[in-house]
């Protein structure tokens, strides 16, 4: 008992552990991908609650930056089949259970 | 008279004009005074040429220059009545300018200003129109930027999966870190830049270079190669008795020029390469030494050499290892140098604490791995001592096997004791079945037959030559016979008898066979191929080749191998897979001579019969060299044994 207990207490752990963002796919050059990272990140913490919100600050941001329609879908649970411009993609979890999918296709 | 006053009257009637014109009437058919007389006089007339701006004329005109003054002479209708006459007065002065836009010019100021009215005799308009490049109408469509599609599934468990292995892929990324990443840069390195590290680009050419080189080399000296490999001398058919020595190769090299070939030794291995070592036979002139290793590829350069302070005076190659290589310096030290090392120095050295010789190292020899299978060489030298140096974990240890004490001469010590003197050796050479068996010739001119396990004991003694022995070589197939070759001009072919009767043994002995070569002989060899061929190199730069088997008493070639007179020959060595031998002289150049097919016969085997193995052929080879010496050998007087 005390050993399952243990592994739980292990499990809970390494899953609160692994909150970092992780990139799970991406089509973008290095310096795009980074600040997109970093702008889902600051989004998601920003709005934990809200996911529409979180989306709609990624997606105005990324619009203003780089420019034409980009497309941001945040949850925990669905799946997708979009058409993106090569070069504009970025699939990525972060905090344990969110998966942020960010794209562009005017 | 003179104040008389006269009245005149002056009217302005003209005094020419007729006071009285009479004109006919048609009226009233009669001629009829008419009461005024025209008083006008005209001085001067001449026909204007100005038109009333509102004449049909001038409107004409006007129309013509292409001035629309309608609008403006309705408005100035008024004003110009009252202006008209100062205007025509003002016109006819500044007629010949044509100024008349600017007279109406300066009444209104606010207006358009009017065309010039140009002076039509004297004007002339200028006027330049650049090009206008064409317009074209261009049109394009770009390509929209690319597109494709991913799609994927959002679950938490992928989530979870994706965490745990991005976690244990950094796990493992933390522990090889260093290495991995040191690799990495390697291979990137090398995929992106094919270089080794810290080289310069030069080196990474350096086996294609080699390649090249010997490709150039080839084509220059093709003749000599198609000659080393196919060319047989014809005319040894007709010949029956005789052969020759085709020069192939000469290999020199400048740091060599001043130095004598002191020894030559083909590689066991590869049997294209061949070391030289090079040094001085001049006691007086002792200067630095060269170990040079050639290639029949590349008879331009050397593939490696070693330079040392010392003279070389030795070499040999090892069996097994053919990059280890002994060499012995005149010096006395030994050394051992290895190809593969880069360095220019030799691996080892043997230095006066550590068994130096004290007079020159004349023959160094390789033996067998011994028991611990460390490498060993022998190395006899002319202060009498026959050295055992082995390689042990990277050290040279040295042991004396045999002093060459010469017991019937003593020396008068400083105290009038009786120093025994020790003999000089030359040269030696291993049985090569009996391993422990040996010969050793010295300067006194005698061969020692000696063994491993006497120290100071020879088995057996021979005065053979009346001056110092230079070579002395067993019978590559024969056990028993060898030959020695010295400088008084002799070489002499014993036979190793059994049973020795010590008395009978030291003077009596005589040689199967001798020649004279009428010059100091300084080297003689067997043939690998044949027991009964041998060859002997002389200080008068000719080359000897016999074959006992067909002369026993001449030579079956005697050339002249050397390019210069007074080149001596100091060495030959025959190659053990080609028929050819390299000759070594005194000016530190080494040629490459093919023995005509006279001189490399061998036993024809029937047709027909099974291919021979080399066993049966050693002893056919033996059975062959017996015949002959059964022609020779003396009656039984002593005791000898076949």
Redesign the interface.
């Known amino acids: 008992m005390a050993e399952v207990a243990e592994e739980k207490k292990a499990d809970a752990d390494s899953k609160r552990v692994h909150t970092y963002p992780l990139i799970r796919h991406s089509d973008m050059i290095d310096e795009m991908k980074n600040e997109a990272m970093e702008l889902c990140v600051t989004a998601c913490e920003k709005f934990a609650a809200n996911n529409e919100s979180a989306a709609k600050m990624i997606k105005e941001t990324m619009d203003k930056k780089f420019g034409a329609s980009w497309h941001a879908v945040i949850g925990e649970g669905y799946g997708f089949e979009i058409t993106h411009e090569v070069k504009n993609l970025l699939y990525m979890f972060f905090g344990g259970n969110m998966a942020i999918i960010l794209w562009k296709c005017s | 008279e003179l104040k008389v006053e006269y009245t005149r009257i002056l009217t302005a009637n003209n005094p020419h004009a007729p006071q009285n014109i009479v004109r006919y009437s048609f009226k009233e058919r009669q001629y009829k005074q008419i009461p005024s007389v025209d008083q006008l006089a005209i001085h001067f007339m001449i026909d204007g040429n100005l038109l009333h701006k509102e004449s049909e004329e001038a409107k004409k005109q006007f129309a013509r220059m292409g001035i629309t003054e309608i609008q403006e002479e309705e408005k100035r209708e008024p004003s110009e009545r009252g202006d008209e006459a100062d205007e025509g007065a003002q016109e006819a002065d500044t007629k010949e300018e044509g100024e008349e836009g600017e007279t109406k010019g300066t009444t209104r100021k606010g207006r358009k200003k009017e065309k010039k009215l140009t002076n039509q005799f004297n004007f002339s308009e200028r006027a330049a129109q650049t090009y206008n490049n064409p317009f074209r109408d261009r049109g394009t469509v770009t390509e929209p930027?690319?597109?494709?599609?991913?799609?994927?599934?959002?679950?938490?468990w992928e989530?979870?999966d994706?965490?745990?292995e991005?976690?244990e892929k950094q796990e493992k990324s933390k522990e090889k870190k260093v290495t991995s990443s040191r690799k990495d840069e390697g291979k990137a390195r090398k995929k992106f830049v094919a270089t080794e590290p810290g080289s310069d680009d030069i080196s990474r050419m350096e086996a294609s270079v080699k390649i090249v080189e010997r490709m150039v080399n080839q084509n220059t000296y093709d003749d000599i190669a198609q000659d080393f490999k196919y060319w047989e001398d014809i005319s040894d058919d007709f010949r029956d008795q005789e052969g020759t020595l085709l020069p192939l190769w000469k290999f020199t090299f400048e740091k060599a020029k001043k130095l004598a070939v002191t020894s030559l030794c083909w590689n066991p291995k590869y049997t294209d390469l061949f070391a030289v070592s090079c040094g001085s036979y001049d006691f007086m002139k002792q200067g630095s030494g060269l170990i040079i290793l050639w290639t029949l590829k590349n008879p331009s350069y050397p593939e490696c050499y070693f330079e040392t302070d010392s003279g070389v005076m030795c070499l040999d190659i090892h069996h097994q290892h053919p990059h280890w290589i002994c060499a012995g310096y005149y010096d006395g030290s030994v050394a051992l140098f290895s190809v593969l090392d880069k360095r220019d120095e030799p691996v080892h050295r043997s230095t006066p604490k550590n068994g130096k010789h004290t007079d020159p190292v004349w023959q160094v020899r390789w033996q067998k791995d011994d028991a611990d299978n460390n490498k060993n060489f022998y190395s006899i030298s002319s202060d009498g001592r026959i050295c055992l140096w082995t390689i042990l974990k990277n050290e040279l240890i040295f042991q004396d096997v045999i002093r060459l004490s010469l017991p019937d001469m003593t020396a008068e010590g400083p105290d009038g004791i009786k120093v025994p003197t020790t003999g000089c050796g030359t040269t030696f050479d291993f049985h090569q079945h009996k391993d422990y068996l040996f010969l050793v010739g010295t300067e006194e001119g005698k061969v020692h037959i000696c063994s491993k396990a006497y120290t100071s004991h020879f088995i057996d003694t021979i005065d053979a030559h009346t001056m110092a022995v230079y070579k002395v070589c067993w019978n590559k197939f024969h056990p028993k016979i060898f030959i020695t070759c010295s400088a008084d001009w002799t070489v002499k072919i014993w036979e190793m008898t059994d049973k020795m009767d010590k008395h009978v043994a030291g003077s009596n002995r005589k040689p199967l066979f001798s020649f004279d070569l009428n010059n100091s002989v300084g080297d003689v060899a067997w043939a690998p191929y044949s027991s009964t061929v041998f060859a002997a190199v002389t200080s008068d730069g000719k080359a000897f080749v016999y074959d006992l088997n067909v002369n026993k008493y001449e030579p079956l070639c005697e050339q002249m191998v050397a390019q210069k007179k007074k080149t001596k020959l100091t060495h030959v060595e025959f190659n053990p897979s080609s028929p050819t031998v390299i000759v070594g002289d005194d000016r530190g150049s080494v040629v490459d001579l093919k023995l005509s097919p006279n001189l490399r016969k061998m036993k024809a085997e029937k047709k027909g019969a099974p291919p021979v193995d080399e066993a049966t052929k050693i002893q056919r080879e033996i059975e062959k060299l017996d015949r002959i010496l059964l022609m020779v050998r003396e009656q039984p007087t002593e005791i000898t044994t076949n």
Do not use: E, G, M, S
């Not at chain 2, 930027?145 to 799609?151: D, E, G, V």
């Open positions: 930027p690319p597109r494709a599609t991913f799609a994927a599934n959002v679950t938490q989530i979870y994706a965490y745990q991005d976690f």
